[in-house]
């Protein structure tokens, strides 16, 4: 279920964005880069060979053409995804189609908890 759907493309910036409810396993890949924000819920991501648990506000950016899945570990999952074409990243490095990365936050940079806490913006 798609809560939000939005896509811009002007000169050299294409992107696409959506939050959404995370549900059964789904696999895919895409010709941009992918930036995955968890915002509720938990999620287990597959990216290539790696297998990992994210927790709300945890951030994964997927270069283009990496194989990655979603599956939602608990009910009312919820995701804001952007998807940035490659042109953007082209004008300042041509040969950045061909690099292949996974960047992602885990237990060890979940130490903002001040920061955390105002991003969601709870009492």
């Known amino acids: 279920m798609d809560y939000f759907d939005y896509t811009y493309k002007h000169n050299y910036i294409e992107f696409s964005s959506s939050i959404y409810k995370v ?3 789904t696999y895919n890949w895409h010709g941009g880069t ?3 924000i968890l915002l509720k819920g938990r999620v287990e991501m597959s990216c290539n060979d ?5 927790e709300p506000l945890d951030v ?3 270069s283009p053409q990496v194989g990655h899945s979603t599956l939602a570990l608990e ?3 919820v995701a804001f995804v952007i998807q940035v074409g490659n042109e953007f990243y082209q004008q300042y490095d041509s040969d950045f189609g061909m690099y ?4 992602r936050s885990d237990a060890s940079t979940r ?3 001040f920061l955390r806490h105002y991003a969601i913006m709870r009492p």
């Open 75 to 77: 009910e009312d999952v």
């Open 60 to 62: 994964v950016i997927i």
């Open 34 to 36: 992918e930036i995955f």
């Open 50 to 54: 790696k297998v990992f648990t994210m």
């Open 100 to 103: 292949e990365f996974v960047i």
């Open 23 to 25: 549900g059964t396993y």
């Open 111 to 113: 130490v903002m908890n």
